[in-house]
């Protein structure tokens, strides 16, 4: 064992939040080692391999720790001070000319911190732009786009009940590699096999038979794209055989008669001409659900990322609500956060904007990264020709990555606050160095803290484990900074901006390089006062966590939803108006019974685009591999070890093949996240061979869907082939390029 400190902090690479110990080395600013916490009240010693050697990334000689400034082909380092001024004097020119000349992306990295997002979308507010992009619409705006038309607010997100459910039905979804999506429950695969040990079921709708599948339950293939074929026959045999309490759908629904009606036609034997789940198959799971004591169906980015995730999430939501089974425990329930956030912010991510491409209305105040290129590279007085990025690297994690470089290459400002040089800040004009979550102060993200997506909620708060690196600066202190150097004010509010601005002169920490920062600690205490929970300063005395009420349910029909009526809207018309392409895409599916479809997987050990930059994470040479199923390979002569062509409408790359059992034949995975041999910055990833999965998926207004903005990065139909003139593995380098 290390010696050092022990303090107590808590994970933000995913949403299970672990509780960890750390063993630092305040002398060295070094983190020794990290330890599941045995204590924690929640996570109970329970977190993954990421959690426990992720020092190493942020311990990388790769660091960013000075602000860098592109100088012809080179960066070179420069004062913050400088880097503010010139920013804020570019943001001024274009602004002048149009505040939609201004954009900006968040990725995930940035939901993981309360006060990153709000301090970057209070910059971009200020200026006034409407052009806000977030990695939402590469993996789960079709929630927030359901969300806001059944329930009247985007984040209106439910959960299922996993510690108490009888019968929980994961479709797309595999939780234990990538965790729970929109829910903070850790170890997933003790969960799993609680629900069979109680005498529930578990059942796992996947192409592929999943590390999921494998811990727990029965295992029901499933075609790739096809999954809202599967939820309506699910509805339409729940409807054939439930008796369904009419009584409390009428007093909280609206819609029934329209649904019941969309869902006449899909039978159990029509769907499985399409998704190949035998109609018994189905009728087994409908009965389980049905019977149970509490049931749940559940999904997340295989159904999102598909072609019809829209339409299939709102299928889903709609049979656990008519079952029965919406707001009860067992079911799934929708949590409280310590303030009443869905009405607080309901004006502010619901504003309506349209984009000038495309005509897409913004979900969650956020229009689809699939028309980012097109906005950038479409000539118009409002052509965005300046982009902030933040807590994200969209060149290798959206659609259609080649247009998009082509894009950032024209951009006039393009500034990117990360921790590394990523593909991405590689093409910047200005990088900003950001702290690490272990160099700040924090409390649970936004969905556990101020939605309660958490079946047993908790709160937690953590001081910085350690002093930031060099010169690196938290990101609100970097939005705030760039708002008075643009001439603007955070949310467009000069009281906001002067409240603010006062906290960091009374309170702020002044940093030996000049920059003040934001007192972030002071700010989330005021957080957790306004809210009755006390001081951050009280809480830290319960380095375990502090645990709240747990849901009961039977408090939000009736209560908390926020449509007009204050009814849950069973059959919103912009949905059933959709549900006619369902039709024609039914019949296109039955007709290429023997084509391809190439789904995404993750491997244990990485995480999105970040993760893969230390040999404990991703070897020098180290690939994503093609897997594809022995019956497809003896098909295409293409056996483990191999090179392949893989080829869709917009691109080819060419990867090593591994055969797998575990696919349903007609179905290609292959790993995401990969494809970093051109960044600047990233010493030990520059070095894998893998290739960008999302050169593969196609972007512009017609490539997403048109209700929730999603890019289309699941069930993507391809062409595989022997790599031509080539076998010999050991020659290969990794090739991707645009078709
Ligand atoms: S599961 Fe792993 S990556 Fe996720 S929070 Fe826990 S330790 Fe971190």
């Known amino acids: 064992m290390s010696t050092g400190e022990t303090v107590h902090s808590f994970c933000r690479i995913c949403e299970s939040l672990c509780g960890l110990e750390l063993v630092t080395d305040p002398a ?54 400088q880097a503010i001024d010139e920013i804020g004097a570019r943001v001024r020119a274009l602004r002048g000319a149009s505040p939609h000349s201004l954009s900006m992306y968040v990725g995930t990295a940035a939901g993981f911190g309360v006060l990153h997002p709000v301090f970057a979308k209070g910059f971009m507010d200020g200026i006034g732009t ?28 439910t959960f299922p009940d996993v510690e108490r459910t009888r019968c929980l039905i994961v479709v797309g979804a595999n939780p234990v590699v990538s965790k729970w999506s929109f829910l903070q429950v850790p170890n997933p695969a003790k969960h799993l096999r609680a629900i069979e040990e109680r005498g529930g079921r578990v059942f796992v709708v996947d192409p592929r038979r999943t590390e999921t599948a494998k811990s727990a339950g029965t295992h029901v293939p499933i075609r790739p794209n096809t999954d809202v074929f599967f939820y309506l026959a699910f509805l339409n045999e729940l409807l054939a055989t439930a008796s369904l309490d009419r009584a409390r759908i009428d007093a909280h629904m609206t819609g029934f008669d329209e649904l019941a009606a969309l869902a006449r036609p899909w039978t159990p ?120 990025v933040t807590g994200g690297n969209p060149l290798i994690t959206m659609a259609g990555a080649g247009r998009l470089r082509e894009a950032l290459e024209q951009l006039e400002l393009l500034v990117v606050t990360d921790i590394f040089l990523n593909e991405t800040a590689s093409l910047a004009h200005y990088v900003l160095p ?28 953590t001081d910085p484990v350690l002093a930031p690196r060099g010169e690196a600066l938290d990101e609100a202190t970097i939005y705030l900074e760039l708002a008075a150097a643009s001439g603007t004010s955070l949310f467009g509010s000069r009281i906001a901006q002067a409240l603010v601005r006062g906290l960091q002169r009374l309170a702020g920490r002044r940093r030996d390089f000049g920059v003040r920062e934001v007192p972030q600690r002071l700010l989330l205490s005021l957080l957790l006062l306004l ?78 685009s970040w993760t893969h930059n230390d040999e404990a994470f991703a070897r020098a040479g180290e690939t994503n591999h093609l897997y594809l199923h022995p019956e497809d390979g003896a098909r295409l002569g293409l056996a483990t070890g191999d090179l392949a062509d893989v080829r869709s409408e917009t691109a080819r790359v060419r990867l090593p093949v591994r055969l797998l059992p575990d696919l349903q034949p007609g179905t290609a995975a292959l790993p995401h996240g990969w494809g970093h041999q051109h960044a600047r910055g990233l010493s030990a990833a520059s070095r894998t061979a893998g290739v960008n999965v999302n050169l593969l998926a196609a972007d512009g207004p017609k490539a997403v869907d048109p209700s929730s903005g999603m890019a289309h990065l699941t069930g993507i139909r391809v062409e595989i082939s022997p790599a031509s003139g080539e076998r010999d593995v050991t020659s290969w380098s990794g090739i991707a390029e645009g078709a």
């Open 531 to 608: 809210s009755g929970n006390g001081s951050f300063r009280r809480l830290l005395a319960e380095p375990h966590g502090r645990l709240r009420a747990e849901p009961a349910g039977g408090d939000f029909l009736g209560e908390r939803l926020l449509t007009e009526d204050g009814k849950l809207q069973l059959a919103p018309p912009e949905l059933v108006a959709r549900a006619a392409e369902l039709e024609p895409a039914f019949r296109a599916e039955r007709e290429d019974t023997h084509g391809l479809r190439l789904i995404s997987k993750r491997h244990v050990k990485t995480h999105n």
């Open 28 to 81: 060295r600013r070094e983190i020794l080692e990290i330890r599941p916490d045995p204590s924690h009240v929640a996570t109970e010693g329970f977190a993954c391999v990421k959690g426990l050697k992720q020092m190493r990334l942020y311990q990388s000689p790769d660091r960013l720790t000075r602000p860098l400034k592109r100088v012809g082909n080179d960066f070179v380092e420069i004062p913050w001070r």
């Open 130 to 157: 409407r052009n806000f992009f977030s990695s939402s619409t590469q993996d789960c705006a079709n929630k927030f786009a359901v969300s806001t038309l059944l329930y009247g607010f985007p984040f209106t997100l």
């Open 269 to 388: 034997e029509r769907q499985a001409e399409v998704t190949r789940i035998p109609p018994a198959s189905l009728r087994e799971m409908v009965a389980a659900y049905r019977e149970a004591d509490g049931a749940a169906l559940y999904c997340s980015t295989g159904v999102n990322m598909g072609a019809h995730g829209t339409l299939a999430f709102w299928i889903q939501e709609v049979i656990n609500a008519v079952s029965g089974n919406l707001d009860r425990r067992g079911g799934v329930l929708v949590g409280k956060g310590i303030l009443d956030f869905p009405r607080l912010a309901k004006g502010n991510l619901t504003k309506g904007h349209t984009s000038r491409i495309g005509g897409f209305t913004a979900v969650n105040d956020a229009f689809p990264g699939g028309i980012l290129a097109d906005e950038i590279l479409t000539d118009g007085d409002e052509r965005i020709r300046g982009l902030f």
């Open 434 to 461: 950001a702290t690490t979550p272990f160099e700040r102060p924090d409390l649970p993200f936004v969905f556990p803290l101020m939605l309660g997506l958490q079946t047993k909620p908790y709160l937690q708060a």
